[in-house]
């Protein structure tokens, strides 16, 4: 079974749309992540949620909205897209908040037109 | 702030030769150490973690020591294979306070057979 698992995997769209990414983990974890990697690889963190808590919130531009409907979810809502949203989103989760080991999805490659 | 400095790629090896990717890093306090891989078209993996100073983290034949003294977290492995390839991430959790993986900029591993 998959640990941590997000949908789609693939998604293109064009500038201007609004756009929902899903992540769900089944390992009984307390916090959940987003992070974005660039055309670059480079990795950085966006949300944090302990217990359905915004914990982290990395300046992130406001048309980015996680919501976590409960522990095992943490969707990213995305409006207005644009150009430079186009990156992978890789979700993932640790056991609690503090030094634990973070769990990653496969990642979302997100492509806007 | 807290940041890390992998040797940037990408690394192109024989396979069987041995793999140094350095990896050093700048925190406040004690810091866990982690290294991660991400396998083409995947998401990232915990290859191996420390989280004290000399602690020697190991998996899969690669290993890496957290030297306080040098703030290095370098991967090693003895003998490379082709099925190495992918693209390694050295990160470190701060703990006690922003709890948040901060992320090297990866280093791309090529093995050739």
């Known amino acids: 079974d998959t640990a941590v698992s997000q949908t789609p995997k693939y998604l293109v769209t064009q500038m201007g749309n609004d756009k929902s990414i899903k992540c769900e983990q089944n390992?009984?974890?307390?916090?959940m992540y987003w992070y974005k990697q660039d055309s670059k690889k480079f990795l950085k963190i966006m949300f944090s949620y302990n217990n359905k808590e915004l914990i982290i919130n990395e300046t992130v531009p406001n048309r980015f909205s996680p919501k976590s409907p409960d522990k095992a979810h943490l969707n990213l809502h995305i409006n207005s897209l644009e150009l430079g949203d186009s990156a992978v989103y890789f979700c993932?989760?640790?056991?609690?908040?503090?030094?634990?080991?973070?769990?990653f999805g496969p990642g979302t490659r997100l492509t806007v037109l | 702030g807290n940041s890390v400095t992998q040797m940037e790629g990408p690394v192109t090896l024989s396979e069987e030769a041995f793999l140094t990717i350095n990896c050093t890093y700048t925190a406040t306090g004690y810091p866990s150490l982690f290294w991660y891989v991400q396998y083409p078209g995947e998401g990232l993996q915990l290859l191996l973690k420390a989280t004290k100073a000399d602690d020697k983290g190991s998996n899969k034949g690669f290993e890496a020591t957290y030297r306080k003294e040098t703030t290095s977290f370098h991967l090693e492995k003895g003998s490379v294979q082709v099925s190495d390839s992918a693209v390694y991430f050295c990160?470190?959790?701060?703990?006690?306070?922003?709890?948040?993986?901060?992320f090297g900029k990866g280093t791309k591993l090529t093995v050739n057979p």
């Open positions: 390992l009984g974890h307390d916090t």
């Open positions: 993932a989760s640790s056991q609690e908040y503090g030094p634990d080991t973070q769990y």
């Open positions: 990160a470190l959790l701060h703990q006690g306070g922003s709890e948040k993986l901060v």
